[in-house]
């Protein structure tokens, strides 16, 4: 079993939809969490991290479920400029960041 | 401020040479991290350095060794190249004894063609 799985999609959705992306992990020891963004033939950037309680910024959501070990993002009213793959990422031990696979979404006028 | 800087951009082997990648943390941090993007992969952890030793390791074999200089610069050399290490590598620098270490600023990265 993979440490961090995501549905690589595609994801191909309109301007202004809502779309969910979720990411399960393996190691329950694991504290803390993260989206990272990337675009296309560029390193990945941090887009938020994810707190035990949920947290918004502007149009994104994230939220953690330790008991199921599952990590969500909630992208609201999409833009074309989302378009882009999102890493789920997890840190297991100190120092160490494990990521998934990333999944893709495109955004189309 | 200075980001995370990698050299060479780019780069192309053959099966058998080695390289050596370069990387130059964000200006305050002093913990430089390795990671190997395959295509269509996300980030795969190599191994991280602080205070010039060798602090965490991931799942890579011994042809992959690095070193960190009192700058806190850093290199990954790789020996005897496979077909399989063509890769996007990945430099991440962070402050190792900040509230947050875990959080990680990542360089443009080098892509390795291996011919």
């Known amino acids: 079993r993979k440490e961090v799985e995501q549905d690589p999609g595609p994801f191909n959705v309109p301007e202004g939809a809502t779309v969910a992306f979720n990411c399960t992990y393996s190691n329950s020891a694991s504290q803390s969490f993260f989206w990272y963004r990337q675009d296309c033939r560029k390193e990945p950037k941090l887009l938020m991290s994810v707190y035990s309680s949920g947290n918004e910024d502007g149009r994104f959501t994230a939220q953690l479920n330790r008991a199921s070990q599952y990590i969500s993002l909630l992208i609201r009213d999409s833009k074309l400029s989302d378009s882009a793959t999102y890493l789920c990422?997890?840190?297991?031990?100190?120092?160490?960041?494990?990521f998934g696979q990333g999944t893709i979404l495109t955004v189309h006028p | 401020d200075a980001g995370v800087t990698q050299s060479p951009t780019h780069l192309i082997k053959t099966r058998g040479q080695q390289v050596t990648l370069r990387c130059s943390p964000k200006?305050?941090?002093?913990?430089v991290s390795w990671y190997q993007q395959a295509l269509g992969q996300g980030p795969q952890f190599i191994f991280q350095?602080?205070?010039?030793?060798?602090?965490q390791r991931g799942n890579f074999p011994d042809r992959f060794s690095g070193h960190q200089f009192p700058n806190y610069s850093s290199e990954l050399n790789v020996n005897a190249l496979l077909l399989g290490d063509s890769a996007l590598y990945l430099c991440?620098?962070?402050?190792?004894?900040?509230?947050?270490?875990?959080?990680?600023?990542f360089g443009p990265g080098t892509r390795l063609l291996v011919l």
């Open positions: 350095y602080y205070e010039e030793e060798e602090r």
């Open positions: 990422v997890v840190n297991p031990s100190y120092g160490k960041l494990t």
């Open positions: 200006s305050g941090h002093d913990t």
């Open positions: 991440a620098s962070s402050l190792y004894l900040a509230p947050r270490p875990e959080t990680q600023y």
